[in-house]
């Protein structure tokens, strides 16, 4: 018995217990059904196709050889264009990937060579660089040591043209102090040989009193004049003439009063000594520390005794003696220095070079002043 679409929808089951639901068995056999219907039709057609293919087939074959061995020539030609194309497709593919190879070659290439002619650049620049950086640090540090160098040969200089001014100023003042123990000396001898005579009138020699005139002094001011005009000095009070102890650790320092000279400054050669050559004994001039005019000045004018009267009076008693009043000594030092101070302060334009002595010269006479007091003070004792 056939299984049909008609059969399949219309077959029954018996029941039994414990059996398939008959509603889904019912369904499902409506649906095979339907299924084996259309595959029926299917067949039915394909098999009209294949009959009707074998037919026009057969006519074919027996009808047009020639045109199927055309058709065959047609395929092969249209298979060997068909392997051309492909073989030009893959030598294009080939020739595109071979390019494009060749491309990243030459772009790789030319960045290598780029990036290492940035680098070489680089480095150059940098070697540069540091070249001149370090030119430039050379440079500077030769011209600081030059500069320093400058600097030290002139502060060299500087003090070694203040040693010699001090040597001189030193050896000015040890001639001047010099001079003012000769002058003491001379005149304690005087003032010893005319208190002697006061004290013992008859026991000196009826001698002739020289005058005022016949007294040769040595030449101080003569030598002062002409020569460039010294700081004023300050004369100190009596007080301040005490004896001083000796300068001693950093005070006896002699320092500059000058200050750092200028870089293109050339100080001139120390010059001749502001109080000149020692004074000439024998020189008739008119005054010197402790000379004869200048006591005979303190003593007052006296009339001149005619010339066969006898150089002293002899004293007739005591109240005579008693009226003899005994000249009031002044010191060498202050008149000296007072002298000094008068010479030294006498109004004179000056010039930029005399303000720079005179600051030197003063600086040098405050750093001195209790040193050259003591020194005399000493010499006294």
């Known amino acids: 018995m056939d299984v049909t679409p008609q059969l399949v929808e219309q077959v029954e089951f018996a029941d039994k217990f414990r059996g398939y639901d008959p509603d889904q068995v019912d369904d499902f056999l409506e649906r095979v059904g339907v299924a084996l219907a259309g595959l029926t039709e299917q067949l039915k057609q394909a098999t009209e196709r294949a009959e009707r293919a074998e037919s026009e087939l057969a006519v074919a074959?027996?009808?047009?050889?020639?045109?199927?061995?055309?058709?065959?020539?047609?395929?092969?030609?249209?298979?060997?264009?068909?392997?051309?194309?492909?073989?030009?497709?893959?030598?294009?593919?080939?020739?595109?990937?071979?390019?494009?190879?060749?491309?990243?070659?030459?772009?790789?290439?030319?960045?290598?060579?780029?990036?290492?002619?940035?680098?070489?650049?680089a480095d150059r620049l940098l070697g540069e660089a540091r070249a001149e950086h370090e030119a430039l640090t050379r440079r500077a540090r030769e011209e600081a040591e030059e500069e320093v160098a400058e600097q030290r040969r002139q502060l060299i200089e500087q003090i070694e043209e203040l040693e010699t001014i001090r040597d001189g100023l030193m050896s000015d003042v040890g001639l001047l102090e010099g001079h003012l123990d000769?002058?003491?000396?001379?005149?304690?001898?005087?003032?010893?040989?005319?208190?002697s005579i006061l004290d013992n009138p008859e026991s000196g020699p009826p001698t002739e009193v020289p005058g005022l005139s016949d007294i040769s002094t040595p030449a101080v001011r003569d030598e002062l004049r002409g020569l460039p005009e010294p700081p004023p000095v300050e004369i100190p009070p009596r007080d301040d003439l005490a004896p001083q102890p000796e300068?001693?650790?950093?005070?006896?320092?002699?320092?500059?009063?000058?200050?750092?000279?200028?870089?293109a400054e050339k100080h001139p050669e120390p010059g001749p000594s502001i109080f000149g050559a020692p004074p000439v004994v024998g020189d008739?001039?008119?005054?010197?520390?402790?000379?004869?005019?200048r006591v005979g000045e303190d003593l007052g004018t006296q009339p001149s005794p005619p010339p066969d009267a006898p150089a002293?009076?002899?004293?007739?008693?005591?109240?005579?003696?008693?009226?003899?009043?005994?000249?009031?000594?002044?010191?060498?030092?202050?008149?000296?220095?007072?002298?000094?101070?008068?010479?030294?302060?006498?109004?004179?334009?000056?010039?930029?070079?005399?303000?720079?002595a005179d600051a030197a010269m003063a600086a040098f006479f405050e750093s001195e002043e209790d040193e050259t007091r003591q020194r005399r003070r000493g010499r006294r004792k």
């Not at 300068?247 to 870089?263: D, E, M, N, R």
């Not at 008739?284 to 005019?293: K, R, V």
């Not at 010191?331 to 006498?346: G, I, P």
């Open 284 to 293: 008739d001039s008119e005054w010197g520390p402790g000379s004869w005019s």
């Open 312 to 356: 002293f009076a002899p004293v007739t008693g005591p109240g005579d003696q008693d009226d003899v009043e005994e000249p009031e000594l002044v010191s060498s030092d202050d008149r000296f220095l007072k002298e000094l101070s008068e010479a030294v302060n006498a109004e004179t334009p000056k010039t930029a070079d005399d303000v720079e």
């Open 61 to 121: 074959s027996s009808g047009a050889p020639q045109q199927v061995r055309s058709e065959e020539q047609e395929a092969e030609k249209m298979a060997r264009t068909l392997l051309l194309a492909q073989k030009a497709a893959d030598q294009a593919v080939e020739e595109a990937n071979a390019a494009a190879e060749a491309t990243l070659s030459e772009a790789r290439t030319a960045g290598e060579k780029l990036r290492s002619e940035a680098q070489q650049e």
């Open 247 to 263: 300068p001693v650790g950093p005070s006896a320092v002699f320092k500059s009063p000058l200050g750092p000279p200028p870089a």
């Open 182 to 195: 000769a002058y003491r000396s001379s005149l304690q001898s005087t003032i010893d040989g005319i208190q």
